[in-house]
Nanobody, 123 residues
Framework: QVQLVESGGGLVQAGGSLRLSCAAS????????MGWFRQAPGKEREFVAS???????YYADSVKGRFTISRDNAKNTVYLQMKSLKPEDTAVYYC?????????????????WGQGTQVTVSS
């Protein structure tokens, strides 16, 4: 059982940076695969980045080279460092955890979800 809480969202101008955090409470997620998804109003939830428990990372093409996912198992926390932000990055960002993922891009692969944090990028 994992409970996730995202933080770090906010308002930023295009070209700026933000770092999102996802903290687990109630249980460590050191053995879990972790993912970041985002959803803009009227659009489907979109895969952003993921990190397997062993440390392998994966990124959507739209954020590759700009976003970096990392995790600190000792703190039960996963991060998403976002730089060179674009208006198209505006969305609610969600943290997710799974015991095991077969296709990390699919939201249904993840059992646990945070409440989301809003990221707004102005042009």
């Amino acid at each position: 059982q994992v409970q996730l809480v995202e933080s770090g969202g906010g308002l930023v101008q295009a070209g700026g940076s933000l770092r999102l955090s996802c903290a687990a409470s109630g249980r460590t997620f050191s053995s879990y695969d972790m993912g970041w998804f985002r959803q803009a109003p009227g659009k489907e939830r979109e895969f952003v980045a993921s990190m397997r428990s062993g440390g392998s990372t994966y990124y959507a093409d739209s954020v590759k080279g700009r976003f970096t996912i990392s995790r600190d198992n000792a703190k039960n926390t996963v991060y998403l460092q976002m730089k060179s932000l674009k208006p198209e990055d505006t969305a609610v960002y969600y943290c997710a955890a799974a015991l095991s993922t077969y296709d990390y891009r699919l939201s249904r692969q993840y059992e646990y979800w945070g409440q989301g944090t809003q990221v707004t990028v102005s042009s």
